[in-house]
């Protein structure tokens, strides 16, 4: 089975631009949370999508926004990007809702760069 | 509000020592708690999961961690260090329920010396 996959790998953005980032989970995995990882703030929770549902959400102004398509593959997007956007974005799959107990399955992370 | 305490950022120990990780957790219902490894470029890894039952999980790679209700504590240990386990270690809390979200700690690194 293909593992959980994030495009592009990297990305370089200049401050006011918006930037797409994609994942595809592992075949059969409903559920796609996303997370920014950065050396000061470790893991930060973004959403979790569950059935073409935003089902949870983290502290996260507007500009982070994200869906899911039928086929359970999920983007995120950030508008008018600012410098602390600057980090690693990682996509996570798992059978069903994380609030189960079930196992994420993470992508490499997109690392984003704004200047 | 469930939260994650992972005290230090950084460990080192010499190849075949103890590893130790500690990981305080707070949860206001009976948690998962769960270990992931990240290596170098690369995304995160289920190490293992405590749901109920055993207090004392086995996971990959020779690690296990002891869930203690009374301390509120998931500490990570593996016998023997081995140079392949330079790594950043996460532990995480989920209080369970639909809603819930998987919350991380900070991350603890660790080096290990020949």
């Known amino acids: 089975k293909a593992g959980v996959t994030q495009t592009p790998r990297y990305l370089i953005k200049t401050r006011g631009q918006q930037v797409t980032l994609s994942c595809s989970p592992i075949?059969?995995?409903?559920?796609v949370s996303w997370y920014q990882q950065t050396p000061g703030q470790g893991l930060q929770f973004l959403f979790e999508y569950f059935s073409e549902t935003q089902r949870n959400k983290g502290n996260f102004p507007g500009r982070f926004s994200g869906r899911q398509f039928s086929n359970s593959r999920s983007e995120m997007n950030v508008s008018t990007l600012e410098l602390g956007d600057s980090a690693l974005y990682l996509c996570?799959?798992?059978?069903?809702?994380?609030?189960?107990?079930?196992?994420?399955?993470f992508g490499s992370g997109t690392q984003l760069s704004v200047l | 509000a469930q939260s994650v305490t992972q005290l230090g950022s950084h460990v080192s120990v010499s190849e075949g020592a103890l590893v130790l990780l500690r990981c305080n957790y707070s949860s206001s219902v009976p948690p998962y708690l769960f270990w992931y490894v990240q290596y170098p470029n690369q995304g995160l890894q289920l190490l293992l999961k405590?749901?109920?039952?055993?207090?004392l999980v086995k996971g990959i790679n020779g690690f296990e961690a002891e869930f203690k209700k009374s301390e509120t504590s998931f500490h990570l240990t593996k016998p023997s260090a081995h140079m392949s386990d330079a790594a950043e270690y996460f532990c995480?809390?989920?209080?369970?329920?639909?809603?819930?979200?998987?919350?991380f700690g900070k991350g603890i690194t660790l080096s290990v010396r020949p």
């Open positions: 996570a799959s798992s059978l069903t809702r994380q609030g189960a107990g079930e196992k994420l399955f």
């Open positions: 075949s059969g995995h409903r559920s």
């Open positions: 995480a809390v989920s209080g369970g329920g639909a809603n819930s979200k998987l919350t």
């Open positions: 405590y749901t109920t039952g055993a207090t």
